[in-house]
Each structure stands twice: as C-alpha cells, then as structure tokens.
C-alpha cells in the first residue's frame, strides 16, 4: 500500500470531541472503519446513513473505497467526523462537487460542543434550588 499514495485522498473530519482521518481510493465502495467493515464498527443503521450520505449525495457509491481512523467521542459523533472527512475528501479529488455539497451542508464543520459545567451551579445551565426563606 506504500506504492499506492499518488491515488488516494486524505482529509479530516472533525464533529464533537471526534475527529476521523479519511483516505478514498479507487475501489468497489468498501467502507473500513478502524480495521472493521462499516456494520460492525457502527451497529445503527442511521449511523451507516450518516457515513454513506456525501458518497450517496454525489453519485460515487460504487466508485470509491473508504478507509477511517476515528478516536475521541462517542459513536455519533464519530460517524458525523467521517461525514465531514469524507465530503472535505471528496471536495480534494473533484472540485465540481463543491456545490452540491455545501448545499446539503456536509462541508460546514459542526462546531456544537458540550458546554462546560460552570462553578455554583448544578451543571452548565441548572441552578440549585433557590429558597426564599
């Protein structure tokens, strides 16, 4: 696979505390996620729908080989940084594909993080009990 680097694309994808590093290669439309096949990796169905949804969107399902890297977050928010690895990817190797991607909205990175839990308070937004006397 050393030989093999002048046909693939990389690129990163990033969503929560997640982030998934994305080859594509020209292939049979194999998706490998952290050494296993997309199912086992993500045992929802709307997980593998999020995953597939730039290659479904731009017409190349067939056409390309998936292979993933995730670390960080839960599995939600790894399958929404390989959308985002994956649509930057396709973006690299054909710049047509630009505008059907940033309409669908899978070129914008997903900036909503977990808001930290704040001093004198029960979590980020709750408040203890108030008593008036």
């Known amino acids: 696979m050393a030989n093999a680097t002048s046909n693939r694309t990389y690129a990163t994808g990033r969503r929560k505390t997640s982030s998934a590093r994305v080859w594509l290669l020209p292939g049979t439309g194999k998706i490998v996620v952290?050494?296993?096949?997309?199912?086992?990796?993500?045992?929802?169905?709307?997980?593998e729908m999020v995953v597939k949804q730039p290659l479904a969107l731009t017409t190349t399902e067939g056409k390309l080989d998936v292979i993933a890297t995730v670390k960080g977050g839960g599995l939600a928010g790894q399958s929404g940084a390989m959308r985002h690895g994956i649509s930057k990817a396709l973006l690299k190797l054909n710049p047509e594909l630009r505008k059907t991607l940033k309409r669908n909205g899978l070129l914008t990175?997903?900036?909503?993080v977990k808001e930290r839990k704040k001093y004198g308070q029960k979590g980020a937004r709750k408040r203890f009990q108030f008593s008036k006397r």
């Open 34 to 47: 952290n050494g296993l096949p997309l199912a086992a990796y993500f045992k929802r169905l709307s997980s």
């Open 109 to 112: 990175r997903d900036s909503r």
